[in-house]
Each structure stands twice: as structure tokens, then as C-alpha cells.
């Protein structure tokens, strides 16, 4: 299955935390805030319908708590972080005058509204931005599986990871300089060659429904645009 832009109306992007922090390990870069503000507001025009699920690791992820924190409450506290990340971001938005929608997957009436399927769906039918944060709302889960789950809820046709690499590689190309870069691939094949794209519960839902994944670099000015219209860029993951 070779990867068709004018099949992709309605996209669910992910955007790492880490990718956030910019060159830092933590919190904020208001030059990278600015950009991803601008390239999203660049596909919105594009008439695309556009959903964003944001991760946290920028700020807090479950896995590197505290000796005394419980999994479970790293988790809630991962979760929090990818709702500040909603906050921020809408903010670089709002002043862009674009309104996004967001929607926490953990009730918090007075920052978020709480996610449900119908409320996004008519959020996005009418033409807003949406926001998703604080993951699948349940510990021991990732914003990937966050991302795959609300584009099969709502039909999206793509999923966008955007990382700092351009996509994926036969092997770590940080640590290995012959790691050769993989353009197009099927989810079967990524098993069998035990590729990393995303977590396994991620990939499976995925595979099981089918949603295609697109793994791009998001570190460039207009990449998120690129990475929708371009049928080179990016790795494509599919049946
Ligand atoms: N998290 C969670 N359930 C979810 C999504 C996220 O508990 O459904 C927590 C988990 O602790 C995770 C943190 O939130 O480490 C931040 O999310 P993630 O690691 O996916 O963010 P990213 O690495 O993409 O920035």
C-alpha cells in the first residue's frame, strides 16, 4: 500500500513532550512552540481536519518517578504534564487567533473539557482544532496509545508521529552510523524485524484497526505539512 495524501482528511497528530523542550531536557522552547503553533495553524488551512495528542515527557513521564511515588500516581502525574502541554500550546494558538478545543481524558471541568467521542467529533466536524491530553486517562498507558485510540475512534484516516528523527531506521542511527532509514513499511514487517515505531499496546491497535502511521521529523518549519502531503517523507506504516 503505497501512501496517498488525497486519501488523508482527518489526521491525529502526535507530538512527543520531549519535542516541546526543544535542544533542553525539560520544559519549553518558545521558538519551537512558535513554529509547531504556525505549522498546525498551516494544515488547518490546508481544509484538514486536525486533532493533537501530546505527550508529557518534557515535563513528567511515569517511568522515572521517584523512589517513594507509586506507578500508578507517576502515571497520574504524567498524565497532568501532557494537560499543561495542552495549555501551552493552545495558548501559542489562541494568539495566533486559531481556538482549539481541548479535551482531557481526565475530568477537570475547569481546564479542560472532559473527552467524550461525540463532543470531538462535532468539535472537529466544526472545523476546530482539537486538543487531546492526559493520554487514554488510565495508568500504565502512553500518548501513543492515546493517539491510535482517538484515530480509530474518530475515523481518522492517519496517525503523524512526530519525533526528532525522520522516521524509521533499521537499527539506532544515534549509535549505529550504517543504520539504513526504511521508507515504507507493513506493520507485519515492523514485528518481524522488531522495529521500534511505538509501544506494543500502540502498534496493536493500530495493526488490529488498521490505521496507518506515519513516523516523521518535526524538528523542521513546515515538516508537519510536508509529512501530509509528501509521499517520501517520513516513514509509512500500514497493513
Ligand atoms: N500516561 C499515562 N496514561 C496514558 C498516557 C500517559 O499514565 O494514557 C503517563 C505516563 O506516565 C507517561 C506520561 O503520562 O510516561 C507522559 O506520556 P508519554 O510518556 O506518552 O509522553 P511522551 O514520551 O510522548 O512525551
Not at 18 to 23: H, K, S
Not at 63 to 89: C, F, K, P, S, Y
Not at 121 to 143: D, M, V
Not at 211 to 225: A, D
Request: charged content about 25%.
Amino acid at each position: 500500500m503505497k501512501y496517498s495524501p488525497e486519501k488523508v482528511h482527518r489526521v491525529i497528530v502526535k507530538v512527543s513532550g520531549e519535542v516541546f523542550a526543544g535542544g533542553k531536557s525539560f520544559g519549553y522552547d518558545n521558538d519551537v512552540l512558535v513554529r509547531i503553533a504556525e505549522d498546525i495553524i498551516q494544515v488547518r488551512r490546508d481544509g484538514l481536519s486536525l486533532g493533537l495528542v501530546l505527550g508529557g515527557g518534557n515535563i513528567y513521564r511515569g517511568g522515572q518517578a521517584a523512589a517513594e511515588v507509586r506507578r500508578v500516581t507517576a502515571d497520574h502525574i504524567g498524565m497532568l504534564a501532557t494537560v499543561q502541554n495542552a495549555l501551552v500550546l493552545a495558548e501559542y494558538l489562541r494568539n495566533r487567533n486559531y481556538h482549539a478545543d481541548i479535551y482531557s481524558a481526565v475530568q477537570m471541568d475547569k481546564v479542560a473539557m472532559y473527552y467524550t467521542h461525540d463532543k470531538a467529533e462535532k468539535s472537529l466536524r466544526e472545523g476546530k482544532i482539537c486538543i487531546f491530553c492526559a493520554g487514554t486517562g488510565n495508568p500504565y498507558f502512553t500518548t501513543d496509545t492515546a493517539a491510535v485510540l482517538r484515530a480509530t475512534e474518530l475515523n481518522a484516516n492517519l496517525v503523524l508521529k512526530g519525533t526528532k528523527v525522520d522516521g524509521v531506521y533499521s537499527d539506532d542511527p544515534v549509535k549505529n552510523p550504517n543504520a539504513e532509514f526504511i521508507p515504507d513499511i507493513t506493520y507485519d514487517e515492523v514485528l518481524s524485524r522488531k522495529l521500534q515505531v511505538m509501544d506494543m499496546t500502540a502498534f496493536s491497535l493500530a495493526r488490529d484497526y488498521e490505521i496507518p502511521v506515519k513516523v516523521f521529523n518535526l524538528n523542521e518549519p513546515g515538516s508537519l505539512q510536508k509529512a501530509i502531503m509528501s509521499k517520501t517523507m517520513g516513514t509509512f506504516i500500514h497493513p
